[in-house]
């Protein structure tokens, strides 16, 4: 049986905690590996070789901390296809989706190569006279990031790209539910050149998150996962005085309005909603309807549901993979069964003719949902599609407004007006507008509004930077002593 372990001061440390957790096949059902879990020692073995690593890393000029970041870019470029790989064998998404997941994460390893320009402050010469004032930005020191299980290469390279490249030391604790392609990369940093303690990772489960939100050495915490473990993440974390970003769950909504291409509308909505098995916080799980083509709409997805070959990663031509666990397998079925139960129409159900093993679900489509309904108060994270129909414009702005969570929304139209006023209006982090899954570059920000975030900073891009430093203001002159002088007024800039 393979044991997956932690990486600590640029090598794997085997676990000496004796507890460990199981690793499955989620294409079929067994056992592939065992995860060492940390102990609260272990931990802090990590946190303290972190700290020990950030005064030499922080005093590395930015020019080698860009090389380091460009020999890392080569490196996982040339490594896309074993990174994929390790994704579909341990999350179950097909390689395509796999390959993807990479090329989205190698996108900010490709920003932080621009660190020397990124961290550039501001300067501005005789501010008084004889005076300048200047301002520089500078790393926090230790920091820490907490990542989900859906995208295990790709979240990480949004927290640890920026942040080493700001001149920071990294703790990373990845989902012990598919942890081996942090370790692969952690491997491809060092071969990067990357000194030994700036990249850690330990794996582990609540214990070892409770420390790194605990621990006195960490300054800022990174997280990605549900709302309410987001929540807690943020209070324990600011409670004890770290800076924080923790993005939640969400249920994005599609506006389709009467004057949509149809055709375009429908693939999209079933792109959105049946990617990577609908274990996404960009997927869309609401399709808002207007009456008026509402029965075609749901028709045309209908149709396309069929194609959508679903079935293990390991086969070719398959689109769409299991899902992570069992237990969250028979969660996501249990919305479909209770949709039914309160008044929606389930019009495809995925829980009908699914492979013998593994932890699948099909794509599945519910019609005539309601707010009230669970299908549509709570995030499903799986192949389910809902669809609310409204009267228009104004009643679906109203249901994506009224939404605990604002993380991402898409309006499909031909009408220029109505999707600026929908960009102007509606209060949801991350818009497309004919785009259904609208996930910033990554020189922009990615973090959505309300529940799907708790923070100030979004993640990646220019935030990503602002999070990981904190700027120091410099004013200086370089008077002749001779006019030297007591003077106990307040200063003034004259």
Not at 243 to 259: I, P, S
Not at 449 to 468: C, R, T, V
Request: proline letters at 5%; hydrophobic letters at 40%.
């Amino acid at each position: 049986m393979q044991r997956i372990s932690h990486w600590i001061d640029g090598k794997v440390v085997v676990g000496t905690s004796g507890r460990s957790g199981i690793v499955f096949d989620p294409a079929t059902g067994e056992q592939q590996a065992a995860v060492d879990l940390a102990s609260l020692a272990e931990v802090d073995h990590a946190i303290a070789v972190a700290k020990a690593a950030f005064p030499a890393w922080r005093a590395t000029n930015l020019s080698r901390r860009a090389e380091v970041m460009f020999r890392l870019r080569e490196l996982v470029d040339a490594n896309r296809k074993e990174i994929a790989t390790l994704l579909s064998k341990e999350h179950g998404k097909v390689l395509s989706d796999a390959l993807g997941e990479v090329a989205r994460g190698l996108e900010n390893i490709e920003f932080a190569c621009g660190i020397p320009h990124l961290l550039k402050g501001g300067y501005s010469e005789q501010a008084s006279t004889g005076v300048d004032v200047y301002s520089i930005k500078q790393p926090l020191g230790v920091v820490a990031g907490i990542t989900p299980f859906n995208f295990p290469a790709m979240v990480p390279m949004w927290m640890f790209a920026n942040a080493i490249a700001c001149g920071n030391t990294v703790v990373l604790k990845p989902s012990e539910k598919n942890p081996s392609s942090a370790m692969f990369v952690a491997e491809l940093f060092k071969q990067a050149g990357l000194p030994d303690g700036v990249y850690n990772i330990v794996q582990g489960d609540k214990l070892a998150v409770d420390r790194l939100l605990e621990h006195p050495d960490i300054q800022a915490v990174s997280f990605v996962g549900s709302t309410p473990i987001a929540k807690y993440v943020y209070e324990t974390g600011t409670k004890n005085g770290k800076r924080v970003q923790a993005l939640g769950g969400a249920k994005n909504h599609m506006l389709v309005l009467a004057d949509a291409d149809l055709d375009m509308a429908a693939d999209a909505a079933v792109s959105a909603a049946y990617g990577s098995a609908g274990e996404r916080c960009m997927a869309i799980s609401v399709l808002l309807a207007s009456e008026a083509i509402a029965d075609d709409l749901v028709a045309k997805i209908k149709d396309r549901i069929p194609a959508i070959k679903v079935g293990p990663a390991s086969e070719d031509g398959n689109e769409m993979g299991p899902l992570i666990t069992g237990e969250h397998r028979d969660k996501v079925a249990g919305y479909i069964g209770g949709a039914t139960e309160q008044g929606a129409t389930v019009v495809v159900d995925g829980r009908d003719d699914v492979p013998a093993n593994g932890f699948f679900v099909k794509p599945s489509l519910i019609d005539h949902v309601k707010p009230g309904m669970r299908c549509y108060d709570e995030e499903i994270f799986g192949p389910v599609l809902s669809v609310v129909r409204v009267k228009g414009y104004d009643d679906g702005l109203a249901l994506i407004n009224d939404n605990q969570f604002g993380n991402g929304t898409a309006i499909f139209t031909r009408d220029g007006g109505a999707a600026r006023q929908f960009e102007f209006d509606v209060q949801v982090g991350m818009v497309g507008v004919n785009v259904p899954i609208p996930v910033p570059v990554s020189y922009y920000s990615f973090g959505g509004w309300k529940a799907s975030l708790f923070g100030d900073q979004h993640m990646y891009g220019p935030e990503g930077i602002n999070f990981y430093t904190r700027s120091k203001v410099v004013t200086k002159r370089w008077p002749d002593p001779r006019t030297s002088q007591v003077d106990l007024g307040f200063p003034q800039n004259r």
